[in-house]
């Protein structure tokens, strides 16, 4: 799949989820599809996923399942806890330096999401 039929897909779900009459906690919903939208190298990462396995979907589904099994990552301070920070302008350079801080696989090889 193309990187620009992703960054459509993410950008879709992500309206879904953020549209003006969306409670404020549905931001952390449509945040990681946002942030995937729009940097190219987390839109590489997502392109190795095949088609039929919904990229954007799976993509996001990896990135949550970092957040889960590495609590103490950067990223994992906008999910919520005790000290959930609310999805902000660092959203997105979590996201970011949280998938370039090392390998993880996800979603049985068929995709390589790095925190």
Do not use: N
């Not at 039929?5 to 003006?20: F, K, L, M, P, V």
């Not at 919904?54 to 990896?62: G, S, T």
């Not at 957040?67 to 350079?93: T, W």
């Amino acid at each position: 799949m193309t990187a620009a039929a992703i960054r459509d897909q993410a950008r879709e779900i992500a309206r879904g989820w953020s549209g003006a009459d969306t409670e404020p906690g549905w931001a952390l919903v449509a945040a990681p599809f946002h942030a995937l939208a729009e940097d190219d190298d987390l839109l590489a990462v997502a392109a190795e996923i095949p088609l039929e396995r919904l990229p954007a979907l799976l993509f996001v589904a990896c990135v949550q399942r970092t957040v889960a099994d590495h609590p103490v990552d950067r990223l994992a301070r906008h999910y919520p806890g005790p000290e959930q920070r609310p999805v902000d302008s660092e959203f997105a350079a979590a996201l970011h330096s949280s998938r370039s801080a090392g390998p993880t696989s996800c979603a049985a090889g068929s995709a390589t999401v790095t925190r």
